[in-house]
């Protein structure tokens, strides 16, 4: 299966004249995330050393080195939303997600919690997207009721 999609992208990069970042968009679309199988796949056909695609990969947040969940639940972390709390709530959706320290995603693959530097709504702060829809003047007491919306 791997090779199959691999390839496809491989077929595209040649039609199109792409280049690493367009491969790792399009290995990113097909496998969910930055595969290093798959990075070594292309690194062997391409002649293009691994090291290549991990550079850029690591340099751009719209990729990801590890598999996320099926629900992604985003965290401002800005100014306004951490002088507002945001951080104690990260913390307690970590706890009722049982997500373990140094992870990202529920074991279960359900979902990934990420922080980002600043979504934008300074006046409803603190902030939490989930799945595109946004919670704002979020408490830690209103997270199993964020998380009951989503499961």
């Known amino acids: 299966m791997i090779e199959k999609k691999c390839r496809e992208i491989l077929d595209k990069y040649h039609r199109e004249k792409g280049n690493v970042i367009s491969i790792l968009q399009d290995m990113q679309e097909s496998f969910g995330y930055i595969r290093e199988d798959a990075v070594n796949w292309f690194s062997?056909?391409?002649?293009?050393?691994?090291?290549?695609?991990?550079?850029?990969?690591?340099?751009?947040?719209?990729?990801?080195?590890?598999?996320?969940g099926e629900n992604i639940i985003t965290g401002c972390c800005g100014t306004?939303?951490?002088?507002?709390?945001?951080?104690?709530?990260?913390?307690?959706?970590?706890?009722?997600?049982?997500?373990?320290?140094?992870?990202?995603?529920?074991r279960d693959g359900k979902f990934t919690i990420e922080s980002v530097a600043c979504v934008g709504a300074c006046?409803?702060?603190?902030?939490?997207?989930?799945?595109?829809?946004?919670?704002?003047?979020?408490?830690?007491?209103?997270?199993?009721?964020?998380?009951?919306?989503?499961?």
Do not use: W
């Open 44 to 68: 062997e056909r391409l002649n293009i050393p691994a090291s290549n695609f991990y550079g850029v990969a690591t340099f751009y947040a719209q990729f990801y080195l590890r598999p996320r």
């Open 80 to 106: 306004a939303c951490h002088v507002k709390g945001s951080a104690p709530i990260i913390n307690r959706l970590r706890e009722h997600l049982a997500i373990p320290e140094g992870e990202d995603t529920s």
């Open 123 to 151: 006046s409803i702060a603190p902030v939490f997207i989930v799945n595109k829809k946004v919670f704002g003047k979020m408490t830690v007491d209103r997270v199993p009721e964020m998380i009951k919306e989503i499961s």
